[in-house]
């Protein structure tokens, strides 16, 4: 039982460059997230999928895309990368949506 | 306590002491609220949570009190060990209306326990 697995643990993007970080959870959960952490910041919510086939924006969607491909996995694309995007990305499943929260182990995206 | 900035409150406390941790939350109307513990470089998880009927609950080493008067969380570690040191912070939900119910995380403070 692997919980939250997330893909890659670190990238480094040129502005413009678009790249898709992945996650998979193996709980059964039927809702994920995705979050950025920034210093000084708590965790800000970009998108989250309440169940498979939904998604829906969180407090800073703009430049991201997701997709709930099954009910393991929720992918997160950036179309074209900027340095505002520097940041460590958490992707995070729970049973339902009023649940703690499961988290992975991060992302480490840094965009020159 | 917790406070928006680019430093995060340090807590130092010896080894074998109790910490106490606290949180200011916002919302009134907040429900749920969880603890989260975070190691340098991983994920948050998952510590102790507690629902707004309730003004205390307990875990392995662990009590969380919620007091709602003045909106104030706080997280009370036993005998604290090295293995506790971390960032601690809390997250407050508002009430379950149907639907997605914004999570609020707050930024953290940092446990240091020296041995």
């Known amino acids: 039982n692997a919980g939250v697995t997330q893909t890659p643990k670190f990238q480094v993007l040129k502005t413009g460059q678009s790249m898709t970080l992945q996650c998979a959870q193996d709980m059964n959960h039927n809702s994920m997230y995705w979050y950025r952490q920034d210093p000084g910041m708590g965790l800000r919510l970009i998108y989250y999928?309440?169940?498979?086939?939904?998604?829906d924006k969180g407090e800073v969607p703009n430049g991201y895309n997701v997709s709930r491909l099954n009910k393991r996995e929720f992918s997160l694309r950036l179309e074209s990368a900027a340095p505002s995007q520097t940041s460590v990305y958490f992707c995070?499943?729970?049973?339902?949506?009023?649940?703690?929260?499961?988290f992975g182990p991060g992302t480490r995206l840094t965009v020159l | 306590g917790e406070s928006v900035g680019l430093h995060l409150p340090t807590l130092s406390v010896q080894e074998g002491d109790n910490s106490i941790i606290n949180c200011a939350y916002s919302n009134s109307a907040s429900d749920y609220f969880i603890w989260y513990k975070q190691e340098s470089g991983k994920g948050p998880q998952f510590i102790i949570d507690i629902r707004s009927n309730m003004d205390k609950r307990q875990g392995q080493r662990v009590t969380v009190l919620l007091n709602k008067t003045v909106k104030h969380l706080s997280l009370q570690i036993a005998a604290t060990q090295p293995g506790d040191s971390a960032v601690y912070f809390c997250a407050e939900t508002p009430k379950n209306s149907g639907g997605y119910q914004k999570v609020t995380f707050g930024t953290g403070t940092k446990l240091q326990v020296i041995p």
């Open positions: 999928s309440a169940s498979e086939g939904t998604t």
């Open positions: 995070a499943s729970s049973p339902g949506i009023y649940n703690e929260q499961f």
